[in-house]
C-alpha cells in the first residue's frame, strides 16, 4: 500500500493496538451540521467512524459526502458503499469520487434488500456482489486498472473491509464466503452486533483454525441499546441473536439507558478475552453522545493517533 492510502485505522491495528470505531447515521436530509454535530461527539474518542450507506434502504445523504463532513471535523471516516443501489460504473466512480475527497477507509457490503425500507417500489441492482467488488476495488489499487480492464489515469489506494455475521447459517458457508472477501481485498472485518458472547467465541475458534483473523483484522460490533423497545426490535432482526437474559436485563431495570451502557461495557469486556480480536466497534445509531463515555468506561483512553499525509487540496 502507498504512503497515501494509510489511515489513521489501518495503522492502529497494524501498531497492534486495540481499535475503538463509532458509527455515524446520515441525516434525512441535506443538513451538513446534523453530521458535524455527531462528528462532534466522536473526535478524539474513536478511531475512525463508519458512515452508513442508506442503512435500511432509507434514503440517507450519501456516505461520501456525510464522510468528508465528518473528515473536515477531524474524525477520520470509514465509507460504506453498498452493491444494492449503483452499477459497476457508478461504484468505481464513486470510489474515484471518494479518493478525490481523501477518504481512504472504504467498507463494501451487499446492502439491506429494498423491501426493508420506505422506497419497496425501487429496484435493487446487485449488478456486482460485495465478493466482485472488493476484488474490483483492489484491482483498482494494485494493478491499477477499472473493472472493464481499462488503466486508471492515477493511481489511487484504499484500506478495505467487509463485515461478517458469525451467527447466520449454514456456518461453514458464511466462513467460505468470508474466506473470499479475504482474497478479495479485505483487510479488517467487522461483525454484526454481538450480543450471544459464549456462540461468538465458538465461532473464533473456527476462524483462528482457518487462519483467517492472520490475513484480516476481527473487529466485533457492539450495539448500545437505549430503551427495551430497541433491544427487542433488534433481537427480531434477521441474522442477530440475543440471549433471553440480556432482554430480560433491559425489561427489569429501571434506568434503561444506564442498564443498556453496562450491558455494552461487560459485552466488551468479555469480547477482549478472545483471541484474535482486533478491536470492538461500537454501534450507537442515534445515540452518538454516549460513545465518550464507552470509551472511557471501558479503558479505550487515550486513543493512538497516527499522522498521514493530506490527500485532499492538491497535496
Known amino acids: 500500500m502507498s504512503e497515501a492510502g494509510y489511515t489513521n485505522l489501518r495503522r492502529v491495528l497494524e501498531n497492534g493496538h486495540f481499535s475503538f470505531t463509532a458509527e455515524i447515521g446520515p441525516p434525512m436530509s441535506g443538513s451538513a451540521e446534523n453530521v458535524r454535530e455527531k462528528a462532534r461527539k466522536l473526535k478524539g474518542y474513536a478511531d475512525a467512524a463508519n458512515i452508513t450507506d442508506n442503512q435500511t434502504a432509507i434514503v440517507r445523504m450519501s456516505s461520501i459526502a456525510a464522510g468528508y463532513i465528518a473528515s473536515c471535523e477531524g474524525v477520520e471516516p470509514v465509507i460504506q458503499m453498498t452493491c444494492r443501489d449503483r452499477n459497476r460504473i457508478a461504484l468505481q466512480s464513486d470510489l474515484l469520487g471518494a479518493y478525490s475527497l481523501g477518504l481512504r477507509n472504504v467498507l463494501i457490503l451487499s446492502g439491506d434488500h429494498q423491501s426493508f425500507g420506505n ?15 472488493l476484488d474490483g476495488a483492489r484491482r483498482m489499487a494494485r494493478e491499477g486498472v477499472f473493472m472493464g480492464g481499462s488503466k486508471l489515469k492515477d493511481p489511487v489506494d484504499f484500506f478495505l473491509g467487509t463485515t461478517a455475521n458469525p451467527f447466520a447459517d449454514p456456518e461453514e458457508l458464511q466462513l467460505i464466503r468470508l474466506e473470499k472477501k479475504i482474497r478479495a481485498g479485505a ?13 461468538f467465541r465458538r465461532w473464533m475458534k473456527l476462524v483462528r483454525e482457518r487462519g483467517i483473523h492472520e490475513r484480516a483484522y476481527i473487529i466485533a460490533g457492539v450495539v448500545v441499546n437505549k430503551t427495551q423497545k430497541s433491544i427487542e426490535m433488534t433481537a427480531v432482526v434477521p441474522g442477530m441473536d440475543i440471549p433471553e437474559h440480556i432482554i430480560g436485563r433491559m425489561r427489569a431495570a429501571e434506568k434503561k439507558d444506564e442498564e443498556g451502557v ?3 461495557l461487560d459485552l466488551i469486556g468479555e469480547i477482549r478475552t478472545i483471541e484474535g480480536i482486533a478491536g470492538v466497534h461500537v454501534m450507537a445509531i442515534g445515540w452518538e453522545s454516549i460513545v ?17 499525509p493530506c490527500a485532499f487540496r492538491g497535496e
Open 187 to 199: 483487510k479488517f472485518v467487522q461483525t454484526q452486533g454481538i450480543y450471544d458472547v459464549e456462540k
Open 119 to 133: 422506497h419497496q417500489a425501487s429496484k435493487n441492482v446487485y449488478d456486482v456482489d460485495s465478493v466482485q467488488f
Open 292 to 308: 465518550a463515555t464507552i470509551a472511557e468506561r471501558a479503558g479505550m483512553l487515550p486513543r493512538p493517533v497516527f499522522e498521514r
Open 262 to 264: 453496562n450491558i455494552a
